[in-house]
């Protein structure tokens, strides 16, 4: 832990020294149980072994280490310094390039989001992963206007995914409703949801409203378990239809036409997973110019002003029920369109896809990218979703990595990937002149 | 009564308690309309209580607020919720502990101030979402309003700034800018002149008389600070300890002996608090 704790003024060489020595003899203390004593297998017996040169081994390396970190930490803090009294000079036209450097960054990355497939045509594993990253940007967009905008710590948002994902699972198994036809129905029902949920928890705040959120998740999870007539408990649903391309199937050539044998193209199953991640990326780039819109309007301006402050909107005579409740149920009937695609990719789906670990990774795609930044959603799922795909030749160290990535991102860049919040009008246009 | 005498808010009997404390106690007070009217008082005397009681956000334990809309006719406003009495009274107050929308712009914040107004505009966001002119002509018409109350308050070059970000005073200023945003037929001041330097008060001044005298506004105002009291107020409410322990003109307030021992104690008077009350 002290090796995280970083310096808050610029240190002398000796101070380092004394502090690398402090980490040193912390590391010595811990290390003696844990590293320099062992215990072997003698014949059946428990003995007691050292290992001193191990020990010794992990000193140093604690401090070298925070040595190294603390120079390093000194270094980056001048440069810093250097760049913030830089900026001051030229306070006047960063805004303005920042955003519109922003603007670029958007239009690239969905150009990349376009073309992907086509560049990958004939790889799975790269549209597959990518159309993962885009549900999780779907449910980081749904979750931001919850949390982003509105400021209600939401840690049970899985529950509308759930929600949807149910819903369409549901209908299409039993009543035989398609992809188009369910969608709506189960937005409005994660809405639904959204709502039951918002009500009781009007008047919580904070760490408050955080418990009764993740109680919410939990009881959706549990229902979901438990209600085997409904839901098909542990064993879930499955056979859930996989959409089709307006009514043509992607499935191998037989009597009925198909997408293939329709535009005369050779079957691949490659095509469906191609048509998935248009599906997704289409319903992705929906959900955010709807949340960019609202964040321009009244409603979205109040849930924004509802987090700097409930009782000055009050004051204001904006009704703060009004406000919470359509921030849930938004947020809730996006989720639930994003559950509504998982569930007609998978094809199956059950409770275990819905724990609490899913609620915690959309909340950290959230805030890692920075509250209320869509831009940031993108980068942060591109991280959490990519990080532990790229880890898996780190096999057990994978979560250790996820999990450094995440505290370092923390330290770099407390308020998110991205902090900077645009204003949702401005008077003085970028650049001069109203 | 002709309706030039009917008293725009009427207390009447207000009592506020607070487990075995007293905050305000058979407190009864008229506010005219057009006029400011000061609410004065040591530390703890049940001002900003008062206050809250007015706007919804305590329920007085017993008594009325009465409030005479020229348009909408007689309302109680301890009955309304807090956002009610906004909106539909046009009561609005401002805080002890300035309550700015802090990461939004100065303009936003403003803008948030009409919510209602381009809530109903946008149709529940219908119109909003698909641009309609109609909503476009009345979110146009909010800007021009906040502008012209930024530029009124000389705010204007900070119009595209976080308001946290900007000085003290500023933000008191900002604040009673988002009030008048609300269409104001009573504003409450919670000690607007807080922390604001001698050059920002005697500004204050100059504004409080000209919202009071121009616009028509009637201004509630709790200050510590006399020399903005004494000056705008036309009548002046002193409480202690939840009562009213005096009432009326600056001049006849300043004399009446129970304020002067309200404030200075019973018996040995301190020479720079007699300043304060009598400068």
Known sequence: MSALVVARQPTSPAERLKDAA??????????????????????????????????????????????????????????????????????GARPAAGGALLTGIGWAALAVALLLPIAFSDNRYVVDTATTVLIYVMLGWGLNVVVGLAGLLDLGYVAFYAVGAYTYGLLSTQLGWGFWQALPVAGAMAAAFGIILGWPTLRLRGDYLAIVTLGFGEIIRVIL??????????????????????????????????????????????????????????LALLTNVFVSRMRR???????????????ACKAMGINARNVKLSAFALGAMLGGFAGVFFAARQGF?????????????ILAIVVLGGMGSQLGVVLASLVLVLLPELGRDFAEYRMLLFGAAMILIMIWKPGGILAHREPTLRHHRPGGGR | MTPATTPLLSVERLTMRFGGLLAIDDLSLDVGA?????????????????????????????????????????????QLASHEV???AQVVRTFQNIRLFPQMTVLENLIVAQHNMLQSASRFSLAGLLGLPGYRRAEQAAIDKAVGWLTRLHLIDKADTAAGALPYGMQRRIEIARALCVDPLLLCLDEPAAGLNPRESAELNVLLKHLAADEGIAILLIEHDMSVVMNV???????????KIAEGSPAEVQRDPNVIKAYLGEEDADEELATEVRP
């Open chain 2, 233 to 243: 107020s036309d009548h002046i409410c002193v409480l202690n300890y939840g009562r």
């Open chain 2, 86 to 88: 906004a909106r539909k």
């Open chain 1, 349 to 361: 789906i059950s409770p275990e896809s819905f724990t609490f670990n899913e609620s915690a990774i």
């Open chain 1, 297 to 311: 309007l009244p409603v979205g301006r109040a849930w924004e002003a509802m987090r700097e402050d409930e009782i």
């Open chain 1, 22 to 91: 402090a980490s040193a003899l912390i590391a010595l203390l811990l290390g003696i149980p844990m590293i320099g004593l062992t215990t072997v297998d003698q014949g059946g017996a428990l003995r007691v072994a050292t290992r001193w040169p191990a020990l010794l081994a992990f000193v140093a390396v604690c401090f070298a280490g925070r040595l190294l970190l603390r120079y390093a930490s000194d270094v980056l803090r001048a440069r810093r310094l250097a760049r913030e009294t830089a900026a001051e000079a030229t306070a």
């Open chain 2, 34 to 78: 057009r006029r400011i009217t000061g609410v004065i008082g040591p530390n703890g005397a049940g001002k900003t209580t008062f206050f809250n009681c007015l706007t919804g956000f305590y329920k007085p334990t017993t008594g009325s607020v009465r409030l005479n809309h020229p348009q909408r006719g007689s309302m109680r406003l301890e």
């Open chain 1, 225 to 282: 378990v438990n209600w085997t007539e409904l839901s098909g408990g542990p064993n879930g649903i499955t056979s859930i239809p996989r959409p089709s391309f307006f009514g043509l199937p992607f499935k191998p050539p037989g009597d009925a036409p198909t997408f293939a044998s329709f535009f005369g193209l050779e079957y691949s199953p490659n095509q469906r997973l191609i048509f998935l991640y248009y599906l997704i990326l289409g």
